[in-house]
């Protein structure tokens, strides 16, 4: 079974940086999306950012431009570098894959997909 290993996140003033991690363990597959939500308390889970084994990539218009999302294929690792954070921003990520033994990923690779493999969670605090 893949494992999804976060880490990464912490608190972080207005306007700051931070960069999020995520490694799939024991990855078989040859086809993955590969993706990031978040949750703030009280509200509904949201998609941010997407990305196939092919690099395609989709984000939310809420981070458009001030996020970006990257994969490293040897390491079976996705990246959310994360700019000019705001408060808003404040909740916790989650790291979420989905893998298929195609030799090319046979969905669309965003927030509607039905991830199999989810990580732990990792919180970031965007506060003065």
């Known amino acids: 079974q893949v494992r999804l290993l976060e880490s990464g996140g912490g608190s972080v003033q207005p306007g700051g940086s931070a960069r999020l991690s995520c490694k799939a363990s024991?990855?078989?597959?040859?086809?993955?999306?590969m993706g990031w939500f978040r949750q703030a308390p009280g509200k509904e889970r949201e998609a941010v950012a997407f990305i196939d084994f092919e690099y395609r990539k989709k984000y939310a218009n809420s981070v458009k431009g001030r996020f970006t999302v990257s994969l490293d294929t040897d390491q079976n690792t996705v990246y959310l570098q994360m700019e000019s954070l705001k408060p808003e921003d404040t909740a916790t990520y989650y790291c979420?894959?989905?893998?298929?033994?195609?030799?090319?990923?046979?969905?669309?690779?965003?927030?509607?997909?039905?991830?199999?493999?989810w990580g732990q969670g990792t919180q970031v605090t965007v506060s003065s």
């Open positions: 024991n990855n078989p597959y040859q086809s993955y999306c």
């Open positions: 979420a894959a989905d893998f298929s033994t195609a030799t090319f990923y046979p969905y669309p690779c965003t927030g509607a997909l039905r991830f199999g493999s």
